[in-house]
């Protein structure tokens, strides 16, 4: 069966630092691969994703960037963060788009 | 941007009741998904209806599609307290390269034991 993984769970970061968050999938190949932001209450934001190997596709212009070394893994990164970076942020995949999507279970990050 | 509006916002009801929840779109879809947020955690998928088909049913779940409407409607029968969570549709581009889902904002249910 395919899982899932989304890790820290819970981040508490000063404006300005450097940010990684990772998204591994299992049991399943060539996944598409998404980076959603969800606002306290609100929906989902996509941000980012991809089809395949080193293929990012953006939605919304930010300081934020993706990156996807393995076929398997999926990275959101940031030089620097704003206050305006915090929020819920959830991976997902699907086999192939715009079908059915299984979420993580989400990165709470705090930018203070 | 967001095409999916579901409507109402916030519903409260009785456990036992049903619990209808509406959401529409401004575009051509493939299909139209409903999920599933528990506060705090990930989204779980509840069905998928494809814009050829007008019902759909799974378990206590039955979901319709009125492409002629963009609308859609999940209907949860004999809720229950577990039932408490929000309820996001998303729709499914039908242009070519569509491969992501355009998510609403939800509705918030409370199931009240």
């Known amino acids: 069966s395919q899982t899932i993984h989304q890790w820290p769970a819970t981040l508490v970061q000063p404006v300005g630092s450097p940010l990684s968050l990772e998204c591994t999938v299992e049991?399943?190949?060539?996944?598409?691969l998404y980076w959603y932001r969800q606002a306290a209450g609100r929906g989902l934001q996509l941000l980012f994703y991809?089809?395949?190997?080193?293929?990012i596709s953006s939605e919304v212009p930010q300081n934020l960037s993706a990156s996807r070394p393995q076929d398997r893994q999926f990275i959101l990164s940031s030089k620097k963060l704003l206050l305006s970076d915090s929020g819920f942020y959830l991976c997902?995949?699907?086999?192939?788009?715009?079908?059915?999507?299984?979420f993580g279970p989400g990165t709470r990050l705090t930018v203070l | 941007s967001q095409q999916g509006e579901e409507d109402p916002q916030a519903l409260s009801i009785q456990e036992g009741e049903n619990a209808t929840m509406n959401c529409s779109y401004k575009t051509s879809i493939n299909n139209l998904q409903w999920y599933r947020q528990n506060s705090g955690r990930g989204l779980v998928h509840l069905i998928l209806?494809?814009?050829?088909?007008r019902e759909k049913h799974s378990g206590r779940l039955r979901v319709t599609l009125d492409t002629s409407k963009k609308s859609s409607s999940l209907l949860i029968t004999a809720s229950r307290a577990a039932d408490t969570a929000s309820y996001f549709c998303a729709t499914g581009g039908s242009g070519a390269g569509s491969y992501q889902l355009t998510f609403g904002k939800g509705t918030k249910l409370s199931v009240i034991p």
């Open positions: 991809s089809v395949g190997i080193g293929q």
């Open positions: 997902a995949w699907s086999a192939r788009g715009p079908d059915t999507q299984y």
């Open positions: 209806i494809r814009s050829n088909e």
């Open positions: 049991g399943t190949s060539n996944p598409n």
